[in-house]
Each structure stands twice: as structure tokens, then as C-alpha cells.
């Protein structure tokens, strides 16, 4: 810790040393090199934990670290974040980092975004006094990424894959793409908080063998079982949606659903296919204050900024705060003739999934695999002390193959209890216990890839 705030302040101390005609992100650095010198200046308990905070957030250099991806370990790097403001209409931000894992994980990207800004003038015929209306902020993207995985189980395909069928395979994604969030500012429709989503995304997945303990994934399985393991074509991913975000009943019940259609379409013939999602999120606040950590769509996963003109991280809270949660998602692939989904671009249930998010953590990551899913989730986090809160929660879930329906019958579970920590702009931790019917219980610890307040980033399949 010691050494990183030597580098963190002698990479400060250079710009400030330029001449007098400073710029922008030398005067960034100068100020980021005052707020160390603020926070880690006394060796107190406080100044300990602000210190820390301080190398995490600010900008526009930070240390960044988080669970890279399940079974790839926590990955540790650095990130750089700055932004311009070059009219009244527009913010432009850009951020970019690289991490890198002990076990040979490392993920490198780099992500821009142009936010809509303007601020609609009074209309012509309103009288005296009459306010400006501010619009939703229209939010476009462009990133590059690159992601490289040496280890990702493979216990089969469908709902009754063998735990015994154990396998493991290496990854690389590459990620080449731009993606648009514009909230329609229409007084019919402004109280459903409706915005149309887009993407368009170059993939190019390269797989390799396992070269741990555990068998590769092409001395169990063939093309036949795991489609396309023999070789991989490059894809070009588009998608379109809908998302609403509403507070209902005076703020009581908030709202985020996401109707999506996706298009994957491959340089080979066999490889086209198309995916449909539906995933119906419903919040509870139990208090006025809601959770901290809410993701912004106008930030970038580096950023924390409390919104879309601001230049600072939100401070820790010690507000009571609460939450009940409600989750529906499903998501079904179709396929033309002989096409197949290629088993990498196929979500998981049980622990974590590729992107990180839990589903079923009672079993171990990526357990079940299939093209299409279901999953329900209950939860109740309650703050427990300051940033500090519990939670407990249900989940039911199950895949299917291509030609197999997507009923509730037969559905896994699991039941959590675990304990999170949501301080501000820092990364979420969570440390949690799961058991369920099936496999067991599994404890888990895990840390955020996207600072709080910061947007996710692509998708992974």
C-alpha cells in the first residue's frame, strides 16, 4: 500500500511540476495529489479508511480491483478517468483501465461516453417565471475490450448435466462496440421513465485448453454436445430495447424492466441465432433513503460521480436504508435449420455467471448451461451499520435445450444469507452463505468489477 501511494503521488507530482499553461488533466492530477495528501496525511482509523477510499476513487488515476470472473480470482490494475465538457449541450467522459489476476486472468478496455446535456428554454408562450424543463439525459457509449480467462467450468449442457462431468476451458473475448440509453422526455409517457436501449457489438472469441488439475473440456465433449468448441467465428451482435424505470406509489415501489431482442450473427452458416429477454426488477424501499450505490447510466464502470455533471464520488452514508427485492428473468434463444448457440455465447445458472452476476448460489459457478433460462429471486437487504448491511434471500431457477420448453416445473433452489458492504462510490463486498436442494452449501466472497454508481460493462455473452 505504501509503494502505490508513492507511484500515485509522484505520477501527481509531475504535471504539477509543467508550466504555468496547465492543462486539463494536469490540473487533475494536481488536485488528485492534494486529496491523497489530505486523507493519508495522519495514521488514525479514519484517515486510514479515507486514505483507502481516496486510491480507490478518485480520479484520474485510482487503484481499481475486483472479482474478475468466477474461478479467475481478484484481479488488481489501474485506472485512468477524466472528462470534458466542450458546450452547455454535452459532457463527453472516457475511462480506461487494465487488471490482471495471479492466476493469469487479465481484462484491458477502454470506455466513452457522450451525454446529452441540453436543457430545454421556456416555450415562447409561457408566462413570467415560467421554469426550464430538464430532459433525461440521453447517453451514448463506445468501448473496447478484451478479456482473457484460462479457467471456465463446463459440466455439460441442460437442466441434468453431470457434476461428475467436470471439465474446464480457457477464453479470450474481444469486444468492439457502442451502445445508446435515450429516455423519451414525452409528458404522456415521462412518468414510466421509458428509454429505448441499443447495441451494436464485433465479438471475436478465441478458446484454448485447460491447463490445471481438472480434465479439458475436449477429452468429454465434442461438437455435438458443446456446439462450437472446434472452432469459433466472429459475430456481429446487435440489440434493441425497451427499459422502464419507474417509482410508483409515492416512491414506494420502484420499478426497472428490460424487454430485449438480440441478433447474433456469425461468419459461418451454421452459427446466426437470436435471443429474446425479459427481466422484471421490482425494489422496495423500506426508508426514504434508498441503498447506496445506485448504478448511473451516465457514468462509466471507473466512475462514481454522484450525476452526469458532477465530479465527485457520493460520501458514505450512515442513513438507515432497506430494501425488499423482487426478480423475474427469462431469456430464450431461437435458431434456424441446423443452426446451433455456440455453448460460450449460452448463460449459466449457479453461483456466478461469466459476468458476475449471482443466480442459484448454492451450486458451483456456470453449473447449469442452455440457451435458454429462467430465474427468480427474492431478497431482503437491511443496513446493519453504516455502509455495512445484511441480507437474505431465495433463488429458483433452471436452463433448457434448444428444443425443450421453459415451464416453472422442476425448478433449482437455493436460500442465502450473506452481508455486504456499500460505502459510497467504493466496490460492493459481499461475503455469503448459500444452501439449497441439489449440491450442497457454498460460501463465497466477492468484490464488485465496477465501482458503485458505475455502469456495467459488456456483456460477455
Known sequence: ????????????????????????????????????????????????????????????????FGSIAPQNGMAFGGALVTHHTPN??????????????????????TYFRAIHTAIAPPKPTSGPGTPITIHPYPVFTGYAQ????????????????????????????AILGTAANVPLASPAIARWALSLVGEANLRIVDLRPATG??????????????????????????????????ALLNDHLQLNY???????????????????????????????????????????????????????????????????????????SMVGGSNSVPFYFQPTLGGSDIN??????????????????????ESIEHSLYGPVGVFVGADQGKVALQNDGLGFSDLRRSYTFGVTLRAGGFPAVVLSYSNGNGEGSHIAFTINTSLLGGSSRPSLY
Open 88 to 109: 452547455e449541450n454535452w459532457r463527453l467522459g472516457w475511462d480506461s483501465d487494465v487488471v490482471g489476476a495471479l492466476g493469469g486472468a487479465w481484462r484491458a478496455g
Open 258 to 332: 428490460l424487454f430485449q431482442w438480440k441478433q447474433f450473427v456469425g461468419t459461418s452458416d451454421d452459427s446466426t441465432f437470436q435471443r429474446w429477454i425479459v427481466d422484471l426488477g421490482h425494489d422496495i424501499p423500506l426508508y426514504r433513503t434508498s441503498r447506496p450505490g445506485t448504478a448511473l447510466p451516465t457514468n462509466g464502470p471507473n466512475e462514481c460521480f454522484t450525476g452526469p455533471t458532477g465530479d465527485t464520488c457520493p460520501s458514505v452514508s450512515r442513513d438507515r436504508w432497506g430494501t425488499v427485492s423482487v426478480r423475474l428473468l427469462m431469456s430464450k
Open 356 to 377: 458476475g452476476s449471482r443466480a442459484l448460489p448454492s451450486f458451483d459457478d456456470y453449473r447449469f448451461r442452455g440457451p435458454h433460462v429462467l430465474l427468480l429471486q
Open 1 to 64: 500500500m505504501k509503494k502505490i501511494a508513492l507511484f500515485l503521488v509522484s505520477l501527481s507530482v509531475i504535471p504539477g511540476a509543467a508550466a504555468a499553461q496547465e492543462s486539463k488533466l494536469a490540473a487533475e492530477f494536481r488536485i488528485e495529489r492534494q486529496h491523497i495528501v489530505e486523507s493519508c496525511s495522519a495514521f488514525t482509523l479514519k484517515s486510514i479508511g479515507s486514505c483507502a477510499i481516496t486510491f480507490a476513487t478518485d480520479h484520474p488515476f485510482h487503484v481499481t
Open 213 to 246: 488439475d481438472v480434465p479439458s473440456i475436449e477429452t468429454k465433449f465434442t461438437d455435438a454436445d458443446a456446439p462450437g468448441l472446434s472452432q469459433q467465428p466472429t459475430f456481429f451482435q446487435f440489440g434493441e430495447g425497451v427499459r422502464l424505470a419507474p
Open 146 to 173: 478484451v478479456i482473457s480467462l484460462p479457467t471456465i467450468p463446463f459440466y455439460g449442457l441442460g437442466p441434468s448435466s453431470n457434476h461428475s462431468d467436470k471439465t474446464e476451458f480457457g477464453m479470450r473475448q
